[in-house]
């Protein structure tokens, strides 16, 4: 049996996962949309680029133990938005880093251009085949504590090649995450909206700042 292939389930089961999708791109959009407002505010405000710091710290904590307990409950969608909003905010000082630079904004639309286009690619693929990525999960598993190490070490070691080394595995981890999550809800392996949308959310959010990272490092500007 190939196991890259769902196994057949019940009409009731497909319309679950149908609900689950369409609620969980709603909420994905309109949470995008209020990261990008709030990185707006950010840069308009000038915000100091350590707040990037503290936003990511600050999600980790509201999605660590705030979220867990609030998933299933009207309440959760605005832990959600605050997660988003705080993570919008903190990216907004960075992007006024990139932005300061000679070819700035060319970097910042192109990075948002390729996160957009990796995203519905895959993301549309995943709909379209109906295959069931769930294979992938330990693979992107041990890429990721792997990868958490590399940035450890990269903070007392301080090697350019290796940064940019962990930016190029990052846009590949979170590519297959796209279609690990992607696939997880089409065929039911999640059934919860807002930890769906959570997840596709931190996809491309670490998609974005690492192409970022890339974009600029290839460009020259880095």
Known sequence: MNQSISAPRSQEQILSSNKVLKNTYLLLSATLFFSAVMAAVSIFLQV???????????AM??????????????????????????????????????????????IVGTALAGTGIIFLGLSGYALTSKRDFSFMGGFLFAGMMVLVLAMIANIFLAIPALSLTISAAVVMIMSGLILFDT???INGGETNYIRATVSLYLNIYNLFIHMLHLLTALGGDD
């Open 183 to 185: 696939s997880r809800i």
């Open 48 to 58: 100091s680029p350590m707040f990037y710091l503290g936003s990511v710290i600050g």
């Open 61 to 106: 904590v509201l999605g660590m133990f705030v979220l867990p307990r609030t998933a299933n409950s009207a309440s959760g969608i605005g832990v959600i938005f605050l997660i988003t909003g705080l993570l919008g905010f903190g990216l907004g000082a960075i992007l006024q880093m990139y932005l300061a630079l000679p070819k700035g904004p060319q």
